[in-house]
T-cell receptor, first 114, second 110 residues
Framework: GPKVLQIPSHQIIDMGQMVTLNCDPV?????FYWYKQILGQQMEFLVN????????KSKLFKDQFSVERPDGSYFTLKIQPTALEDSAVYFC????????????FGAGTRLSVL | QEKVQQSPESLIVPEGAMSSLNCTFS?????SIWWYQQHPGKGPEALI?????GNKKEGRLTVYLNRASLHVSLHIRDSQPSDSAVYLC??????????FGQGTKLSIKP
């Protein structure tokens, strides 16, 4: 089936540093998402993105977070500066449309903030 | 705040038997309800979705939705060891935003 690729699979950084998580969505998809999953807890919605703009963001999407997809390349999640509580697995997803369309998820990037 | 609760937390089923998973949600204004399968170290993969009250069958999977009771269930007929995974119930409210439950860990014993 359609594949969403996430790079890197694991990232270790020191608290206060900047990190960029990269996502290569399915090629003809128009909607993009980031979800966060802390170990042992449920997956939580962070943000969705369409036509170059954030459509909706949750309370977890702090001011230190930003997303973009410059020139149709990677869909990125940037955290600057990082905090210890940002340690989690971040999943990217994409879908062709927003209503009743399947979301396709990547394998996740495990972020460890030390 | 929309909530999704799944039960049981974990389930062990003999090979060939029926696996039954449950999910309740807090808001009947939801759009579609999805079931995702997640293997260790992988992202969730969509299995089946339902929008209207009633049931929907795809292969060995049957899902039942009752919006009045805010309940949806997934049944896997003839369960196989390869079905062992975490199953996530997810409710789609708008713009593709999914609210996930905490998951049910299903183990199929040969």
């Amino acid at each position: 089936g359609p594949k969403v690729l996430q790079i890197p699979s694991h990232q270790i950084i020191d608290m206060g540093q900047m990190v960029t998580l990269n996502c290569d969505p399915v090629s003809n998809h128009l909607y993009f998402y980031w979800y966060k999953q802390i170990l042992g807890q449920q997956m939580e919605f962070l943000v969705n993105f369409y036509n170059g703009k954030v459509m909706e963001k949750s309370k977890l999407f702090k001011d230190q977070f930003s997303v973009e997809r410059p020139d149709g390349s990677y869909f990125t999640l940037k955290i600057q500066p990082t905090a210890l509580e940002d340690s989690a697995v971040y999943f990217c997803a994409s879908s062709p449309g927003s209503h009743q369309n399947t979301l396709y998820f990547g394998a996740g990037t495990r972020l460890s903030v030390l | 705040q929309e909530k999704v609760q799944q039960s049981p937390e974990s389930l062990i089923v003999p090979e060939g038997a029926m696996s039954s998973l449950n999910c309740t949600f807090s808001n009947s204004a939801s759009q579609s309800i999805w079931w995702y399968q997640q293997h260790p170290g992988k992202g969730p993969e969509a299995l089946i979705s339902i929008f209207s009250n009633g049931n929907k069958k795809e292969g060995r999977l049957t899902v039942y939705l009752n919006r009045a009771s805010l309940h949806v269930s997934l049944h896997i007929r003839d369960s196989q060891p390869s079905d062992s995974a975490v199953y996530l119930c997810a409710v789609n409210y708008n713009q593709g935003k999914l609210i996930f439950g905490q998951g049910t860990k299903l183990s199929i014993k040969p």
